[in-house]
């Protein structure tokens, strides 16, 4: 801070030069103490000068209404919305969000640092602060071809210099558990520089929790259980409750939140598509619901604010006093959690759902033309299987975690795979489009419900290579080709003919659109997918597809490599007997 600048401040802060900007008439929540007093806010600059009485020289009257610090989403992945950081900017801030941490990590196994880069340079152009974190993991596992590697060598820069907050999501666990050497140089990496470590561990316990916690890894948002909750915190972790558009575990987790451990809980999204944003919100939205899960106001607003403040050593944010960022937010009131208008840095950046602030979009050149597809063709989708039972990978309601189930096939005189339209199995392919590796892999796909044509994406946790699902195989290779075609995202195909699609040219995995474009594009997607595919009611058609890939995840899944056993930790065959 240069020396005038903290003058003004002071004097402003005293009283004895009008405030460049005062919010008047305010219930000012107070995060350190837990209470709330009424009093103006004085603003200097991009900070806040005090609380108390003062007069500026712009005056907006806060109407009474509670103003709360700037609410920080402790993580998310921007790549999930579909959109760009630019535009996730523009639908969030409205919700009272000026600051989230972001770990690009679909992008970087898409583009490596190339990706990473991009988002680093597109965050400068919205007013939303984003505090990009550097993936841990990409590959994510050995399992599949990526986009890139980046190796515990090739952290140590970005970490030394501050480019990126910290290191992302560590999901890697087994790793952490099993003190893998390469594990342990990515996590010294960031401890050596004194940056914030996250975390994923689900299903640890006892001891194998302690190995993980003993890495001081700061969070964690994948708690299934407040027992789950509970042990985390008691070992120094922060937990995050989850609400976002795949992962609903807020109103779960809220029931373990205690006055004694409030202080230890966050708020984040993980995903968020717009079509979530638009309709019911982003950590507003989750405020609402801690406060119907009978969590105290005030300690909610604290783990949307300061408690990520101090989780992610954000010691200029987090709560509204003398000298930190003017990031505030007017609401209505402590229990819907409407947001009237918020500021970040001291200048209004949106009012009445609206963003007020310049958009700068950048270049996403840099990430177009992520599609290295070798010699693809329908012959690479014949399944054979030598038994009159296989496996099939079994979608389980309400989220990513399937089963393994045994089911019985129709086979053809050479023992390829016949899809059979009374029985909700069909055929599903991950296509390699990273490396030109030519790799095609397929297998059965139990409880999508699909009865016509077939649903191609370029989104497919954790690597995004193609993942393809149909009734026969000449609509599954129209797909794919057209998915190319369009530089990724979504198509729905029948009789070789292109229903409705959405191009992703931004490392095939966000449009480069609005995000109102990206959710009517959605709603029709999934309109289509149910009343024309047939895919079943029940099941989130694009979502649901997309995590059918994810090696890290039980029980079931399907990779360019294989068909893998997460709970066994390797390939099997498809064969059952």
């Given amino acids: ?340 208008s918020v500021f970040i840095e001291g200048k209004l950046a949106a009012e009445n759902g609206e963003y007020r602030l310049p958009i700068n979009k950048y270049d996403i050149s840099s990430t177009k033309g992520s599609f290295h597809v070798k010699d693809f063709s329908k012959e690479k989708l014949k399944l054979t299987i030598n038994s009159d039972k296989a496996y099939a990978i079994n979608i389980l309601p309400g989220g990513v975690v399937t089963s393994k189930e045994v089911v019985t096939v129709k086979r053809d005189e050479d023992n390829n795979y016949i899809y059979n339209r009374e029985e909700d199995v069909v055929k599903v392919a991950v296509v390699e489009r990273h490396q030109n590796t030519g790799n095609v892999a397929c297998a059965l796909l139990k409880g999508y419900g699909i009865k016509e044509g077939a649903v191609a994406l370029s989104i497919a946790h954790d690597s995004h290579n193609i993942i393809v699902v149909g009734v026969n195989d000449d609509d599954m290779e129209f797909a794919v080709n057209e998915l190319i075609n369009q530089s990724g995202g979504m198509i729905l195909v029948k009789d070789k003919e292109v229903l409705e699609s959405m191009p992703m040219p931004i490392g095939g995995l966000m449009s480069d659109q609005s995000g109102e474009y990206v959710d009517e594009k959605l709603r029709n997607i999934h309109k289509i997918a149910h009343e024309v595919l047939k895919v079943n009611l029940s099941v989130e058609p694009v979502m649901t597809l997309c995590f059918m890939s994810l090696a890290v995840i039980p029980e079931l899944k399907l990779t360019d490599m294989g068909l893998f056993d997460v709970t066994q930790f390797k390939f099997i065959s498809i064969e059952a007997e």
Avoid: W
């Fill in 1 to 340: 801070m240069e020396k005038n600048k903290l003058k003004k401040l002071i004097d402003v802060s005293a009283g004895r030069i009008p405030a460049d900007v005062v919010i008047k008439n305010c219930k000012v929540i107070d995060v350190y103490s837990g209470t709330v007093s009424e009093g103006d806010i004085a603003i200097s600059d991009d900070l806040i000068a005090g609380v108390g009485k003062y007069h500026g020289n712009k005056e907006v009257d806060g109407c009474g209404r509670y103003a709360a610090p700037g609410f920080i989403d402790s993580h998310i992945h921007i790549e999930s919305s579909y959109v760009s950081p630019e535009e996730l900017g523009r639908l969030i801030v409205p919700h009272g969000t000026t600051t989230i941490i972001a770990d690009p990590h679909e992008i970087a196994n898409v583009c490596g640092f190339r990706g990473i880069d991009y988002m680093v340079n597109a965050a400068k152009g919205t007013a939303l602060d984003i505090k990009m974190m550097l993936p841990s993991c990409v590959p994510a596992t050995p399992f599949e071809h990526s986009g890139a590697v980046i190796s515990s060598e090739d952290m140590k820069e970005p970490l030394r210099t501050g480019k990126l907050h910290g290191l992302g999501e560590f999901m890697n666990f087994p790793g952490v558990v099993g003190a893998d050497d390469e594990v342990l140089n990515k996590l010294l990496a960031a401890k050596n520089e004194d940056r914030v470590i996250d975390g994923h561990s689900p299903g640890l316990s006892g001891n194998e929790l302690n190995a993980y916690a003993a890495a001081r890894i700061r969070t964690d948002h994948e708690c299934a259980t407040v027992e789950d909750m509970h042990n985390r915190i008691a070992r120094g972790l922060y937990v995050m409750l989850r609400q976002g558009s795949a992962c609903h575990d807020l109103r779960n987790l809220a029931k373990g939140v205690t006055p004694s451990n409030s202080r230890r809980c966050l708020l984040c999204a993980d995903d968020c598509q717009p079509k979530t944003i638009l309709s019911v919100g982003h950590l507003d939205n989750s405020l609402r619901m801690c406060v119907e899960e009978n969590i105290d106001a005030i300690a909610a607003v604290q783990m949307a604010t300061l408690n990520a403040a101090e989780c992610y050593e954000l010691k200029d944010r987090g709560a509204i006093a003398p000298g930190l960022r003017a990031d505030i937010v007017l609401l209505d009131d402590l229990k819907d959690f409407n947001v009237s």
